[in-house]
């Protein structure tokens, strides 16, 4: 059985993107009009606007834990985030979070390297 994914929004760009592909790959994966179970939450862009503004990411790791917490009210068996920016909080959620955190960015890395992609470094003409 698919697990429950709680959405953890910031920008409503992200969360949309988010939504919807996980809606697609779960008819891929598991048949017509099928996907897991989601739940979204967010609080205003402007709430994470003026932590990101003054540079404090405790205080976004805030926002997020109070979104994971509603999330786990909610019955989600995980969280994801599909905001690149305040990814830079996990450091301050993932100790005190009540549910695992898929990261984008280590799933990534960890799709690249299971493919063998390697870091590569473009010369630019003139150097």
Known sequence: MPQHIGIVACSAEGAALCYRTICVEGATLMGPHAHPEVSMHTPSLADYVAHL???????VGELMLASAHKLAKMGA???ICPDNTIHQALPYVLPKSPLPWLHIAEVAAQHAVERGYRHHRHQVAGQ
């Open 53 to 59: 503004d003054r540079n404090d990411w405790p205080a």
């Open 77 to 79: 068996d995980f969280l």
